[in-house]
């Protein structure tokens, strides 16, 4: 339960159980018919609200699906790719659903590494530190939107006015100029999400054996030292982790741009899966709105594979 | 020399540098007391940092605290003018309160999310069992199917998940944002995992006295995950009670509204009532702050094993 390395999906998932080495007892019948009872209320879900979806959203992808009629519409082979693919929105939006990842993902990974390091340095008043960085993350997106769009108000809002205050006579709207919409959102993102990296690594400084440090001190290692040659290769596998759900995590954004800006101002920042809800809920598109939806489906999945080559590659190195 | 044994290991493994450190501690005494020293300074540094970040990331809660303290009218002001008034009122929230629509937030916010995590915790450990402890044909094809699953981020899928409530008459009702929410494959992993790690000793005693699967399942391995069934409830409920692209759209029924829902339309509603908008963000954080306050650590081991994220 504490090592959350471990509980990362594949590397656990792929690792055969001592049951299935030692077949635990004869198949009966009996056997087989309580395997499928087990298993029949949770498959049923997963049938009808996660496979068919799945099914269903590639099947529409072809056709002209439409919300206002019953049906797939007629074949539209690959029509709906061909839109999106040349449609310059599908292109501003995939590069702002991409831009919000290259924003947020680094001081996401690396803020909440430091947090930890220190947090788990201090012997004191650790609670008050998680409770400053991780709170945040468990509260609703859309409570989060609340505060910090409130902060961002034009010039009577905090940040303005603190703008103001260091001399910057006409601060610019954050949320409302193209150009720094989509950092006010990161910033807004890196303050929610971080308690959940920083829980993640103070899990894997945990698992680093003490002795570990004590040698280290003993030789003299300063604390700097320390952290470079045992915590940061100690944490490697915590930081693939990492950086790989909060990848796919910015990939998936939606909440705080439906917030904060409705993808505005103008265009600048419609993220993908934006597109893909407007595409369906406005436009009434189901099958156009299905393709958008497979082709994010498909980069999350290439990130997750890349992902998966690299931790093939770092357990080749440690073994 | 000794200092140098550490540095040069960076790209080693973990067993390795445990040797290389250790090994090269006779010959360290000397350097001891300037290590001291650097961990005192690293120490205070650490703290100083910490805290300063700590009190970055309070400021914007407690502005929203203070604004929601605030009246109306001084807030729509500025945010100097909040800064200097001090006469603290609760009309925000004695107004929220007293109009209603935030009891029926939580309400549905709470049946949706109480219901949810009963049976994605009680079906996802079902499931695991089987997987764990029972032999059947297919039983590899379950296991690469709900593997698959583990890729497709829910959100992804709103539309045919729309189209099916739809189908089914199930929009506008409580079921459509809990039966979707049900399958959580990870919950199912996490609990294989530990099952896995429960010696089958236990089950084998309790069926040479007859007792069926269901039977071990209810009274020996149920009352044994209670930590890993807690961490999988709360993190459950949160991700359901936090949900709001779902409810957003199969709900539009106002009286159902689930409070990411309901704040979703308090800044078009509330307009210049400003300090009524961060007061409701308030009143919609609390149940969750709360919950954090009082389960604390199961918060955090839950969220840590489960790599569950939004």
């Known amino acids: ?319 | 020399m000794s200092e140098s044994t550490v540095t040069t290991e960076p790209t080693s493994g973990p067993r390795r540098s445990r040797n290389g450190v250790s090994a090269a501690a006779p010959a360290a005494r000397v350097q001891q007391n300037a290590g001291a020293r650097s961990g005192r300074t690293f120490t205070i540094v650490s703290w100083a940092v910490l805290i300063i970040f700590a009190v970055l990331w309070l400021i914007p809660s407690l502005w929203a605290i203070k604004t929601s303290l605030t009246d109306n009218g001084t807030s729509a002001v500025g945010a100097s003018a909040i800064l200097k008034d001090w006469n603290l009122t609760l009309g925000s929230y004695a107004t929220l309160l007293s109009n209603g629509d935030i009891w029926n937030w939580y309400l549905a916010s709470f049946i949706t999310a109480t219901l949810t995590t009963v049976f994605a915790v009680f079906f996802s450990a079902m499931a695991a069992y089987a997987l764990s402890r029972l032999r059947f044909h297919g039983r590899r094809w379950v296991f690469l199917l709900l593997l698959g699953g583990i890729l497709v981020p829910p959100p992804v899928l709103i539309v045919p998940v729309f189209q099916t409530l739809n189908v089914v008459g199930l929009l506008n009702t409580y079921w459509a944002v809990v039966l979707p929410q049900i399958p959580t494959v990870i919950a199912v992993f996490v609990f294989k995992q530990f099952f896995d790690g429960v010696p089958p000793d236990f089950e084998e005693s309790a069926r040479i006295d007859g007792a069926g699967f269901w039977r071990s399942f209810r009274s020996i391995i149920l009352p044994l995950s209670r930590p890993v069934i807690a961490a999988m409830a709360i993190v459950t409920f949160v991700g359901t009670w936090n949900n709001l692209i779902l409810p957003l759209f199969v709900l539009s029924n106002p009286k159902l509204m689930t409070i990411p829902v309901g704040l979703a339309t308090v800044q078009g509603s509330y307009g210049q009532r400003l300090s009524d908008i961060q007061a409701s963000s308030i009143l919609g954080a609390l149940p969750l702050v709360i919950l954090f306050l009082i389960f604390q650590r199961r918060i955090v081991e839950g969220f840590a094993c489960s790599g569950l994220k939004g």
Do not use: C
């Open chain 1, 1 to 319: 339960m504490t090592a959350t390395a471990e509980i990362e999906t594949s590397a656990v998932v792929k690792r055969p159980s001592r049951y299935e080495e030692e077949a635990g007892g004869p198949r009966t019948a009996g056997m087989v018919r309580a395997g499928w009872l087990f298993l029949l209320p949770f498959l049923f879900f997963y049938v009808v609200f996660l496979i068919w979806p799945v099914i269903y959203m590639v099947i529409t992808s072809f056709f002209n699906t439409s919300m206002v009629r019953t049906g797939f519409g007629s074949f539209a082979g690959f029509a709906n790719y061909h839109e999106m693919l040349t449609k310059p929105e599908f292109w501003s939006a995939l590069w702002h659903t991409i831009q919000f990842t290259i924003y947020t993902t680094p001081p996401l990974v690396i803020l909440a590494f430091v947090f930890a390091v220190l947090a788990n340095r201090v012997t004191h008043g650790q609670w008050f530190f998680r409770l400053a960085f991780f709170v945040p993350f468990i509260l609703p997106s859309a409570a989060i939107a609340l505060i910090w769009n409130f902060i961002y108000t034009p010039t009577t809002g905090l940040w303005n006015e603190f703008q103001t205050l260091l001399g910057n006579d006409a601060p610019s709207p954050v949320l409302g100029t193209p150009s720094l919409a989509m950092i006010g959102i990161a910033v807004t993102t890196l303050w929610w999400t971080i308690g959940f990296n920083f829980v993640l690594y103070l899990a894997g400084l945990q698992d680093i054996p003490r002795e570990l440090y004590e040698a280290a001190a003993v030789d003299g290692a300063s604390p700097w030292q320390q952290i470079r040659s045992i915590t940061i290769p100690m944490l490697s596998r915590t930081t693939t982790l990492v950086i790989l759900l909060q990848i796919v995590a910015s990939l998936k954004i939606f909440d705080q741009v439906y917030l904060m800006t409705q993808g505005g101002p103008g265009i600048s920042t419609q993220v993908l899966l934006g597109l893909v809800v407007n595409t369906a809920f406005t436009d009434y598109r189901i099958g156009a709105a299905s393709a958008a939806s497979v082709l994010l489906f498909i980069v999350i999945l290439l990130i997750t594979l890349i992902r998966e080559v690299v931790v093939r590659a770092q357990e080749r190195r440690a073994a």
